[in-house]
């Protein structure tokens, strides 16, 4: 079994900051590229940050600048550092990883999501 767990959403004020948490846990060989995508209520879920394991990173063309993402391999965490934020960044927003798996001597890969951490900016 394995598990993303969110942290770090809520409430804040146009121009603020917040920063998001996603900690993998469970039966983990280890983990490729993690990321952050993110859905508003009535539009599709979009990409807004990538991760590879070796740190390489890309972000959608909307929040170059304002948000940096990070990871933490020995933690197995992904991070979201989210500056300057404004109300058309309001969304759930979920966090993805592809990890390898190993089950009697064979390794899989499998694509995992968290639950969805709420990011509500107010103007």
């Known amino acids: 079994q394995v598990q993303l767990e969110e942290s770090g959403g809520g409430l804040v004020q146009a121009g603020g900051s917040l920063r998001l948490s996603c900690a993998a846990s469970?039966?983990?060989?280890?983990?490729?590229?993690m990321g952050w995508y993110r859905q508003a209520p009535g539009k599709q879920r979009e990409l807004v940050a990538a991760?590879?394991?070796?740190?390489?990173?890309n972000y959608a063309d909307s929040v170059k600048g304002r948000f940096t993402i990070s990871r933490d391999n020995a933690k197995n965490t992904v991070y979201l550092q989210m500056n300057s934020l404004k109300p058309e960044d309001t969304s759930v927003y979920y966090c993805?990883?592809?990890?390898?798996?190993?089950?009697?001597?064979?390794?899989?890969?499998?694509?995992?999501w968290g639950q969805g951490t709420q990011v509500t900016v107010s103007s």
């Open positions: 991760i590879t394991s070796g740190g390489t990173s």
């Open positions: 469970g039966s983990i060989f280890s983990i490729n590229g």
């Open positions: 993805s990883a592809e990890i390898v798996v190993v089950r009697y001597g064979r390794s899989s890969v499998y694509n995992y």
